[in-house]
T-cell receptor, first 112, second 110 residues
Framework: IAGITQAPTSQILAAGRRMTLRCTQDMRHNAMYWYRQDLGLGLRLIHYSNTAGTTGKGEVPDGYSVSRANTDDFPLTLASAVPSQTSVYFC???????????FGPGTRLTVL | EDQVTQSPEALRLQEGESSSLNCSYTVSGLRGLFWYRQDPGKGPEFLFTLYSAGEEKEKERLKATLTKKESFLHITAPKPEDSATYLCAVHVQGAQKLVFGQGTRLTINP
């Protein structure tokens, strides 16, 4: 089934641990995005990539890093997790910057 | 500052009771407006894209319209399965990111 897959579905993580959230799309979209969604704050962009090999910072990038080695994969890494990074994380993709974005099912992350 | 405001925050309707959700925006230049549906515990599901004032899009019981300052999502004769949070987002000219509204939580009672 075409779309976006994310892994893991959920994770409980000790503070200070390193964690990588995985995202893969099979729509051959150029642009990919990582958001976090928190109650009362809505969806906030963490990082984005307009095309393979390039990345950029969104509105809440601190504590997160991304890479885009190929078109399909866009992993998000938390180098040293902190409790404030407890959230639901969504990966999204679009054919090009500014076009409609399609979202994955999300990863629920709890940092203790 | 670019802003998107959705109203109401929550709306309860009886099955078959039509209504509209509002998304008002103040942005420097609109490149596109998007509507999404989000069910609890799931990712947003794309519904519509609107690019210019006067444009309308329809899908089953939903119709989205756009003016220069706002968009409406009209729901005609809703069913309980239409219950969800509806999100509006705008793409601002020259910007990388979409600006999302806070959403309207819609509940349709049978």
């Amino acid at each position: 089934i075409a779309g976006i897959t994310q892994a893991p579905t959920s994770q409980i993580l000790a503070a200070g641990r390193r964690m990588t959230l995985r995202c893969t799309q099979d729509m051959r979209h150029n642009a990919m995005y990582w958001y976090r969604q928190d109650l009362g704050l809505g969806l906030r962009l963490i990082h984005y990539s307009n095309t393979a090999g390039t990345t950029g910072k969104g509105e809440v990038p601190d504590g997160y890093s991304v890479s885009r080695a190929n078109t399909d994969d866009f992993p998000l890494t938390l180098a040293s997790a902190v409790p404030s990074q407890t959230s639901v994380y969504f990966c999204a993709s679009s054919s090009d910057r500014g076009r409609e974005q399609f979202f994955g099912p999300g990863t629920r992350l709890t940092v203790l | 500052e670019d802003q998107v405001t959705q109203s109401p925050e929550a709306l309860r309707l009886q099955e078959g009771e039509s209504s509209s959700l509002n998304c008002s925006y103040t942005v420097s230049g609109l490149r596109g407006l998007f509507w999404y549906r989000q069910d609890p515990g799931k990712g947003p599901e794309f519904l519509f894209t609107l690019y210019s004032a006067g444009e309308e899009k329809e899908k089953e019981r939903l119709k989205a319209t756009l003016t220069k300052k706002e968009s409406f999502l009209h729901i005609t004769a809703p069913k309980p399965e239409d219950s969800a949070t509806y999100l509006c987002a705008v793409h601002v000219q020259g910007a990388q990111k979409l600006v999302f509204g806070q959403g309207t939580r819609l509940t349709i009672n049978p």
